[in-house]
């Protein structure tokens, strides 16, 4: 998928020997079962992955769970170093994907760009809490392993690819750097709402949509105020030697004057 102001997402095929993150396959995958419709490698993965999911809670992501994984998924032990070279990092970062792909695929169930922005948002956020409910114990952990300094810049890039599927499900057309400032600010959003889900006993998770709901207003009012801010701040090139006549200059000169 490749957006009009030339962003493009990561969709290549299949991981280098150094084991990088995993293709993403958002737009013919089901919510409930996320290897329909995806390459082979993806759905071995997803085997492996569904495997070793519910032993997690208790024997945590180690290397010796993604070998008895592999193993009760059908692949013996060479052919599961081949789908996950690094062992438990890898089963952590396509676990990460194995995600992003069912919340992109229940994401665009519910058309969230017919929302207003706000709404977008927090559905999006809200989606994939519901969603990894069943799992809270082992993002708990992975997140632990994910910040260890090794770690720390696949924790980013699998952050990153998580808040991108966001915008994209709900219709982000930006072509300018607000494509990086929408990404930055809902990964700050996403993770801080994320780790008071961790630890949310509320009924409902009241406590962690109150929570939501706050960054959320927070953001949108820093936007406001920075917009007229902007507005009220007087043209730099004001304060430049030579002023508009600099700019008149280049500006014929651009013309060819």
């Known amino acids: 998928m490749t957006a009009d102001d030339g962003h493009t997402r990561d969709q290549t ?13 958002t737009e013919t995958g089901g919510a ?27 024997d945590g992501w180690t290397d010796d769970l993604v070998r008895r994984a592999g193993q009760a998924a059908g692949f013996d032990a060479a052919a599961t170093r081949r789908l996950f070279p690094r062992g438990r990092i890898d089963l952590i970062v396509h676990f990460c994907d194995y995600a992003d792909r069912r919340m992109a695929a229940e994401l665009e169930r519910i058309d969230l760009p017919s929302l207003p922005i706000r709404s977008r948002i927090t559905t999006a956020v809200l989606v994939r809490l519901e969603q990894n409910l069943p799992h809270r114990e082992a993002i708990r952990t992975a997140l ?17 690819r998580t808040v991108d599927a966001m915008w994209w499900a709900a219709g982000d ?8 400032t929408k990404r930055a600010t809902l990964a700050a959003v996403y993770s801080s709402t994320l780790a008071v889900w961790l630890d949310d006993k509320s009924e409902g ?8 709901d706050r960054r959320i207003a ?8 920075r917009g007229r801010v902007e507005k009220m701040l007087p043209d730099p090139r004001r304060f ?9 200059r280049n500006s014929l000169r651009m013309r060819g004057r």
């Open 13 to 25: 095929g299949a991981d280098d020997e150094a084991g990088v993150l995993p293709p993403s396959d």
């Open 32 to 58: 409930d079962a996320p290897e329909a419709g995806v390459p082979q490698l993806l759905r071995d993965r997803d085997a492996v992955l569904e495997q070793a999911l519910p032993d997690v809670p208790f």
């Open 144 to 160: 632990g392993l994910l910040a260890l300094p090794q770690n720390a810049a696949l924790g980013l890039k699998t952050l990153y």
């Open 173 to 180: 057309t930006a072509t300018d750097f607000s494509f990086y």
């Open 205 to 212: 998770f009241a406590d962690t949509r109150a929570f939501l």
């Open 218 to 225: 927070d953001v949108m009012r820093i936007q406001k105020v």
């Open 240 to 248: 430049l030697p030579g002023g508009s006549r600099f700019a008149g």
